[in-house]
């Protein structure tokens, strides 16, 4: 592992944390909690050094698939805006081995204006619920938007993300989106 994009990454990922830490303080949101059996699956690894059971593209989807759309009352996988052909996950299973998950979101219009806020919504889901050695990367599925070159930069982007999650009003919104999540 290149130990200076790890790091680079890992502080941007700490600040982003941090401040998601002080939205769920703000909003009473409750905490997420998984079963004892599946608690640091990231660390099961055996005495020779195999790899723990690596994440799929089925356990993304089923974290993302509950998020609540920001105009709808139905949920991002009801709405077909994330589709289980439409996530990559290249993951090894080792914990000191870096690993990505690519996310193509379908937005349910070309000209939808909640493209950026939603795919926000997958990162801070991602980013909560995934070890920190998982880069992120979202984009707008090909010819689904009007804006797909500018909607991508922006969901890639980390200053614009580490931006976006100080802004307390935006903070509000996707604690709502994810307020569905199980």
């Given at each position: 592992?290149?130990?200076?994009?790890?790091?680079?990454?890992?502080?941007?990922?700490?600040?982003?944390?941090?401040?998601?830490?002080?939205?769920?303080?703000l909003n009473q949101a409750p905490e997420l909690t998984t079963d004892e059996s599946d608690e640091d699956t990231d660390d099961m690894a055996d005495e020779l050094g195999a790899p723990a059971d690596p994440i799929?593209?089925?356990?993304?989807?089923?974290?993302?698939?509950?998020?609540?759309?920001?105009e709808h009352p139905l949920t991002l996988g009801q709405l077909?805006?994330?589709?289980?052909?439409?996530i990559e996950v290249h993951d090894e299973?080792?914990?000191?081995?870096?690993?990505?998950?690519?996310?193509?979101?379908?937005?349910?219009?070309?000209h939808c204006s909640l493209a950026t806020l939603i795919g926000l919504g997958i990162r801070v889901r991602l980013e909560r619920a995934l070890?920190?050695?998982?880069?992120?990367?979202?984009?707008?599925?090909?010819g689904s938007h009007?804006?797909?070159?500018?909607?991508?930069?922006?969901?890639?982007?980390?200053e614009r993300?580490?931006?976006?999650?100080e802004n307390d009003q935006l903070l509000g919104v996707i604690s709502k989106m994810l307020s569905t999540c199980k």
């Open positions: 592992i290149c130990a200076c994009l790890v790091g680079s990454e890992m502080c941007i990922r700490d600040r982003n944390v941090e401040l998601l830490t002080k939205l769920l303080q799929d593209p089925q356990e993304i989807y089923d974290l993302i698939a509950h998020i609540s759309d920001p077909a805006v994330v589709n289980l052909k439409d299973g080792y914990k000191d081995r870096m690993a990505e998950v690519i996310v193509k979101i379908t937005p349910t219009i070309t070890p920190a050695r998982f880069r992120i990367t979202i984009f707008v599925k090909e009007q804006s797909e070159n500018q909607v991508n930069k922006q969901l890639n982007d980390k993300v580490a931006a976006a999650c």
